[in-house]
C-alpha cells in the first residue's frame, strides 16, 4: 500500500459496502457469524472487507465486493478463534504493542502512522478495525512461538541437503516469481478459491498491483512479501505449476491453477539461464587464528559454525582469538592449500583447524556466489526452514481450532 497513490477505488468501495453509517449505527447491524457465542457483526465484515480493498488498491466490482466479505469473514472467524486460544495462556497484546505494528505497517507504505489513520478515516473506516487485526495477529504469533519455538529443531542434514539442493537447482533455468495461494480441501472450496482467482485476475488486468492483491488476499508465508518468490526453479513449485512457469514470459501472470493444496496465480517478474558448469566461483572468506593453547575452543566453533554474522560474539570468550577479512576472491586464484582445506566445506561452514607454529586456524567460509547466484549461509537456511516449519504448524493448529469449533454463518 501507498497511501500518496490511493486511487477513487476506495471511495467507490465505500460507498458499495455502505459503510458511511456513523459508529452509533453499529447497534443496529445485524449478526454475520458467531464464533463459540461470540458475534462478528455485517459491520465488522464491511469494516474489513473496505479495509481489504483499501490497502489492495482495487477497483471494486460487485463480484470483487462479494469476495472482499468472504475472505474479511474468514478473516474475522480465525482471528475469533485465533484470540480466544490465545487467552487461553494468558496472552496479552498491550496497546504499545500494536502502536508499534501500526507504524510499520504505515511505514511499509511509504507513510507515517497519521497519514495511514486519516487515510481510513477519510475512507469510513474505524481505526479499530487495524487495531484488532493487528491485535490478532501479534497475539497469534506469540502463541505460535511459545508452543512450538523451541520444539522446532532444524537438523545439521536438512540444512546441508537443502544447501546442495539449492547449489544443483542454480544450474537449472531461474525464475523469478510471485504467487497468489488460495487455500481449499473440498470441492466445494476448490470451485469458490478458483472463482475468486478469478475475480483477483480480472481486478489486475486492470492494472491493480500484484504484491497488494498478494498481501491482502495470498494466504502462503510470502503474502506478507506481497507474494515474492524470490528466484527459484520450476523443480521447487508444485508439478502442477512447473510446466506455467516454463511457458510464462515476464511481465505475464497466469491462469488460476488447482494444486493438491489451493488455486495459486504465479507472476514471472524475470527468468535467466542456469548457472552453466564450469562457471567461476566467488568465494567470501575470514580466516579465525588463536593461541594453539586454544585449539579446542576453536574446534568448537568450526563445529558449531552456521555463517560468519556472529564472529565477534563467537570469539568474545577466547582469548587472544582474531579475526582477518580475506575478502572475495574466485576459487580458481586461491592457493591449493587453501583449496583443499574448504574441500566439502559448505557456506557458512569452516575448515579443520590447522596448527602453524604457537598458533591455531580454521578459514570460515561466509560466502559463495556462482555466476551472479548467491548461495545461502547454514544461519540463512535454518531460518528459512524453520519458518516455513512454524508456518505448517500454524496452520495445522487453527485447522483443528476451526474443525473443533462451533461456527454459525448467516448465509
Do not use: H
Request: glycine content about 6%; aromatic content about 4%.
Amino acid at each position: 500500500m501507498n497511501l500518496k497513490y490511493v486511487t477513487a477505488a476506495a471511495a467507490l468501495a465505500v460507498a458499495s459496502l455502505g459503510l458511511a453509517a456513523p459508529v452509533s449505527a453499529q447497534n443496529a447491524e445485524g449478526v454475520a457469524a458467531v464464533v463459540n457465542d461470540k458475534v462478528i457483526s455485517t459491520f465488522d465484515v464491511r469494516q474489513r472487507a473496505t479495509m481489504l480493498l483499501l490497502f489492495a488498491n482495487l477497483q471494486p466490482s460487485p463480484d470483487l465486493l462479494e469476495r472482499a466479505r468472504a475472505q474479511a469473514l474468514r478473516d474475522l472467524v480465525d482471528e475469533q478463534l485465533q484470540l480466544a486460544e490465545a487467552a487461553k495462556f494468558d496472552i496479552n497484546v498491550t496497546g504499545d504493542s500494536i502502536d508499534r505494528r501500526m507504524t510499520e505497517t504505515a511505514r511499509s507504505g511509504n507513510a507515517t502512522l497519521d497519514e495511514l489513520t486519516n487515510e481510513l478515516a477519510r475512507n469510513g473506516i474505524s481505526v479499530t478495525t487495524l487495531r484488532n487485526q493487528i491485535r490478532a495477529e501479534i497475539a497469534w504469533q506469540r502463541l505460535i512461538a511459545g508452543m512450538y519455538g523451541s520444539r522446532v529443531r532444524i537438523s545439521e542434514r536438512d540444512i546441508t541437503e537443502t544447501q546442495q539442493r539449492i547449489a544443483t537447482n542454480a544450474r537449472q533455468p531461474q525464475y523469478e516469481l510471485s504467487e497468489i495461494f488460495l487455500p481449499a480441501e473440498t470441492p466445494e472450496e476448490f470451485n469458490q478459491m478458483e472463482q475468486g482467482a478469478m475475480r483477483l485476475l480480472e481486478q489486475m488486468q486492470q492494472r491493480a498491483p500484484f504484491p497488494l492483491v498478494a498481501r491482502q488476499f495470498s494466504q502462503s508465508p510470502s503474502a506478507a512479501a506481497g507474494g515474492d518468490l524470490g528466484w527459484i526453479s520450476a523443480s521447487e513449485l508444485a508439478p502442477e505449476l512447473q510446466p506455467i512457469a516454463e511457458r510464462l514470459q515476464p511481465g505475464q501472470v497466469s491462469l488460476p491453477v488447482r494444486t493438491q493444496n489451493g488455486v495459486y496465480i504465479i507472476a514471472m517478474r524475470n527468468r535467466r539461464a542456469g548457472i552453466p558448469d564450469g562457471a567461476a566461483s566467488i568465494v567470501s572468506l575470514r580466516q579465525i587464528t588463536a593461541p594453539a593453547a586454544r585449539s579446542s575452543s576453536l574446534d568448537r566453533i568450526r563445529r558449531r559454525a552456521a555463517g560468519c554474522s556472529d564472529l565477534d560474539d563467537d570469539l568474545r570468550g577466547i582469548q587472544g582469538a582474531s579475526v582477518l577479512d580475506l575478502g572475495q576472491t574466485t576459487e580458481s586464484d586461491l592457493s591449493t592449500d587453501i583449496r583443499t582445506r574448504l574441500e566439502g566445506v559448505p557456506v557458512g561452514g569452516a575448515s579443520a583447524v590447522v596448527t602453524n607454529g604457537d598458533q591455531v586456524n580454521i578459514i570460515m567460509l561466509c560466502s559463495r556466489e556462482t555466476g551472479g547466484t548467491a548461495i545461502p549461509d547454514r544461519a540463512q537456511i535454518e531460518d528459512r526452514l524453520r519458518e516455513a516449519e512454524l508456518s505448517m504448524l500454524a496452520e495445522r493448529y487453527l485447522r483443528n481450532l476451526r474443525r473443533e469449533a462451533t461456527i454459525i454463518t448467516r448465509q
